[in-house]
């Protein structure tokens, strides 16, 4: 196999094919630094943000504010990259070790708790030949 040269174009085209085969969990729009609170904000969607203190991610800890102020997203918007220091931090990561265990476990069984299956409707359409949920009867 010949060897092709790589442009601008080749490069978007891979991007896209990599997007559309398995997009990233946690996407963002956009990172930013503020050297005045020393906060790096991560952009989620329009109306959220999350601000984290730039000491969370012990590999920035000799960075200056300088240098952050270079912080960008990954290609795929599911990382936060830092060039200087070759470090890239998967934003999954960050939001699952810094928000609170007890409301990720929420969140999972609130989505576990909706979710349809065969057995669920084959369970429903049963109730349902039954004449569906029993009435609740009022206490005299």
């Not at 174009?9 to 005045?36: I, R």
């Not at 960075?63 to 270079?70: E, G, I, K, T, Y």
């Not at 109730?127 to 009435?135: E, V």
């Given at each position: 196999?010949?060897?092709?040269?790589?442009?601008?174009?080749?490069?978007?085209?891979?991007?896209?094919?990599?997007?559309?085969?398995?997009?990233?969990?946690?996407?963002?729009?956009?990172?930013?630094?503020?050297?005045?609170?020393?906060?790096?904000?991560?952009?989620?969607?329009?109306l959220c943000t999350l601000s984290f203190h730039r000491d969370l991610f012990?590999?920035?800890?000799?960075?200056?504010?300088?240098?952050?102020?270079?912080?960008?997203?990954?290609?795929?918007?599911d990382a936060i990259m830092l060039d200087d220091h070759d470090v890239q931090i998967d934003l999954a990561g960050v939001l699952r070790d810094q928000l609170p265990k007890s409301f990720l476990s929420f969140l999972l069984a609130q989505r576990g708790g909706s979710a349809t299956s065969p057995a669920k409707a084959q369970a429903a359409r049963r109730?349902?030949?039954?004449?569906?949920?029993?009435?609740?009867?009022?206490?005299?």
């Open positions: 196999m010949a060897f092709q040269e790589m442009n601008e174009a080749h490069f978007a085209a891979a991007l896209a094919a990599a997007a559309a085969a398995s997009p990233p969990p946690c996407q963002a729009q956009a990172v930013a630094y503020d050297p005045g609170t020393r906060m790096v904000r991560i952009t989620l969607t329009p012990t590999e920035w800890c000799d960075s200056s504010d300088a240098q952050l102020a270079a912080i960008r997203l990954s290609a795929r918007h109730n349902g030949a039954l004449g569906g949920r029993p009435r609740k009867t009022v206490a005299a």
